[in-house]
């Protein structure tokens, strides 16, 4: 008979499926045990009486199986193959990846130009992705920074936020005041510095 032939290997992988498997692994195994005890010449009614149980166990594990599928349909797709990444690649990647849900933003600023830097301020306030104050800059920091015109100061992976700035404060800057994006390589994450020069 073809049940017998199932192994116990088999049957495990039926597990797979949680509790649709599991109810079907009790029907394959009642009936073969009614098989078997149908098969004597006179089968014994505890036995029968122990077969029907577990028949009814499995009946009851098929409708909750079949009530959990209709209540939580899930389509399961395939997930894609994807080349391991190198560890020492891993923080720059999930870097690049994952950006931000909110950019620090300073704006430093020459003495003169202190209420350009607050109007730029306000302005990024504005938007709930930018977390925004303004500093004084002093001569020796400028002259550490090498600071000649107004720029927005970024890192590589950081220029689509710079560029997004650049954009967002154009409206508030004077003609003749212009953001100049510069790329950096130190490293401050999620962290953008805009210079106000006078």
């Known amino acids: 008979m073809i049940i017998a032939q199932f192994q116990v290997s088999e049957l495990a992988e039926f ?6 498997g599991l109810s079907a692994i009790a029907f394959i195994l009642s009936f073969f045990l009614l098989s078997r005890e149908s098969s004597r010449t006179k089968p014994r009614p505890e036995m029968l009486r122990s077969i029907r149980m577990f028949m009814i166990l499995a009946l009851v594990l098929g409708v909750v199986s079949g009530i959990a599928a209709i209540m939580n349909p899930t389509d399961v797709a395939p997930k894609p193959n994807r080349k391991p990444i ?3 690649n891993l923080a720059y990647t999930q870097k690049k990846a994952v950006p931000p849900k909110v950019w620090k933003v300073e704006i430093f600023y020459d003495a003169g130009a202190q209420p350009l830097a607050e109007e730029l301020a306000r302005k990024l306030g504005k938007y709930q992705e930018y977390d925004a104050k303004i500093t004084l800059l002093g001569a020796t920091k400028k002259k550490e920074l090498k600071i000649k015109s ?5 890192e590589v992976i950081e220029k689509e936020a710079a560029n997004q700035i650049q ?8 003609q003749d005041v212009t ?3 510069k790329q950096i390589t130190s490293s401050s994450p999620d962290y953008l510095s805009i210079f106000v020069c006078d």
């Open 150 to 154: 107004s720029q927005i100061r970024y």
């Open 86 to 88: 190198k560890s020492s």
């Open 179 to 181: 953001l100049t994006l």
């Open 167 to 174: 954009k967002r404060l154009s409206e508030a800057l004077p």
């Open 15 to 20: 597990l797979k499926y949680g509790i649709s």
